[in-house]
């Protein structure tokens, strides 16, 4: 099963760097903060707030993948992000190994302000949490909703390359129930994205 994981893992990255690769043919010369959509490359900390979850994988861990925008009115855009988040741990009582693949998916909308080479941005949008658990004990493979709110920045460094940074922190309520237990896999979010305007 850990072995199945990590080859996903890895597809994602091919997909993503083709995807790259796409973008950055593609994209105009000249762009300022005038734009269509976006294709952002994101990598960053995800700290799931139960504290069942952090007896078992300590606390946070390194959270990565990607994102779509799409303008829609003015200053108002529309966006899209599937992101993966894998942890490994021991089980509290046998010490056995344990996994833990979460995927978050996100959409929401985002109102942002251009200000010289600054773009600050606030959104906030739903979320689909796949998730999925192995031991030696269960594997569990379930899904639940919740919904998050974020800020940040974009930072452009220059009018004729088609490529921003993005500065961002990110909260997601997300609870889900296993085994008549309550669990909250929600949690901050802080990272960089490399962004590809086209």
Same mark, same amino acid.
């Given at each position: ?5 990590? #080859? ?20 105009? *010369? #000249?762009? *300022? ?15 799931? $707030? ?10 946070? +861990? ?26 490994? +741990? ?20 985002? @109102? ?8 600050? @941005? *606030?959104?906030?949008?739903?979320? @689909? ?6 031991? #030696? ?15 940040? $920045? ?23 129930? /296993? ?6 896999? +929600?949690?901050? /979010? @802080? +990272? ?7």
């Amino acid at each position: 099963m850990l072995k199945k994981i990590m #080859s996903f893992k890895t597809k994602i990255r091919i997909i993503i760097f083709g995807l790259t690769i796409l973008i950055s043919v593609f994209s105009s *010369a #000249s762009l *300022a903060f005038e734009r269509q959509g976006t294709l952002e490359l994101s990598i960053g900390g995800y700290s799931i $707030s139960e504290p069942r979850f952090q007896e078992v994988y300590q606390r946070g +861990g390194m959270i990565e993948g990607i994102g779509l925008s799409v303008f829609i009115i003015h200053d108002i855009d529309f966006f899209f992000e599937m992101k993966g988040f894998y942890k490994s +741990g021991e089980l509290t009582y046998t010490k056995e190994k344990t996994h833990f693949l979460l995927v978050p998916i996100s959409l929401g909308v985002r @109102y942002s302000r251009p200000f010289k080479m600054f773009c600050p @941005y *606030a959104g906030l949008g739903i979320d @689909y949490y796949f998730y999925m658990e192995t031991n #030696s004990i269960q594997s569990i493979v379930n899904y639940t909703k919740g919904f998050h709110i974020r800020i940040g $920045s974009y930072v452009q460094f220059s009018d004729q390359v088609p490529v921003w940074l993005n500065f961002r922190i990110k909260y997601t309520r997300a609870k889900t129930e /296993e085994n008549d237990l309550e669990i909250q896999l +929600g949690g901050f /979010e @802080y +990272g960089l994205g490399l962004v590809f305007v086209f």
